[in-house]
T-cell receptor, first 115, second 115 residues
């Protein structure tokens, strides 16, 4: 079975500071990993994905994520947070070799960037 | 918006009503999805249509019935719902490919309230 955990319901960070939103996963094989963002009254928007290759993945709006196989993590990062980054962030995983053919999403982390 | 539209955006219905949610994608994708989003819970995949084949989550009650007449349109028919079915219902689409999962594009959702 595949699963994903976002251990923090809420993350607060001051504008201009670096931000990290945590994600850990569990798969039987190798993972495909995604980050999505949801702004109020909107659907989810794709930010970035890890399929294979370089462990550091760069995505939209200055976000990046680092795949760490030994820690089974895929934390989302940004060097300098903006107030407009305040939103709900979802991590998702799919096992490359498993029988599940769909993504499993986490429960989301609400990021608030304080001015 | 992302090229995926949903109507209506808001719906209030009684438990004895029958209603339908509509989703349309203008991206040329060959897979469409229905998700249920409840507060502080993981996004729940309800149905997938891929190349017009339906894949179901076995835990979805029969009071939810999907229909996919073609690759651009997806419906979710609702009847005799319960108050706990109140949630944001999200539609998404993607392009199925052999090289791994592609990102999904989400609509803005239908906010459903069951009285």
């Amino acid at each position: 079975a595949q699963s994903v955990a976002q251990p923090e319901d809420q993350v607060n960070v001051a504008e201009g500071n670096p931000l990290t939103v945590k994600c850990t996963y569990s798969v039987s094989g190798n993972p495909y990993l995604f980050w999505y963002v949801q702004y109020p009254n909107r659907g989810l928007q794709f930010l970035l994905k890890y399929i294979t290759g370089d462990n550091l993945v760069k995505g939209s709006y200055g976000f990046e994520a680092e795949f760490n196989k030994s820690q089974t993590s895929f934390h989302l990062k940004k060097p300098s947070a903006l107030v407009s980054d305040s939103a709900l962030y979802f991590c998702a995983v799919r096992d490359m070799e498993g029988s599940a053919r769909q993504l499993t999403f986490g429960s989301g982390t609400q990021l608030t960037v304080l001015p | 918006e992302t090229g995926v539209t949903q109507t209506p955006r808001h719906l209030v219905m009684g438990m004895t009503n029958k209603k339908s949610l509509k989703c349309e994608q203008h991206l040329g994708h060959n897979a469409m999805y229905w998700y249920k989003q409840s507060a502080k819970k993981p996004l729940e995949l309800m149905f997938v249509y891929s190349l017009e084949e339906r894949v179901e989550n076995n835990s979805v009650p029969s009071r939810f019935s999907p229909e996919c007449p073609n690759s651009s349109h997806l419906f979710l028919h609702l009847h005799t719902l319960q108050p706990e079915d109140s949630a944001l219902y999200l539609c998404a689409s993607s392009q199925r490919a052999s090289g791994g999962p592609n990102e999904q594009f989400f609509g803005p959702g239908t906010r459903l309230t069951v009285l």
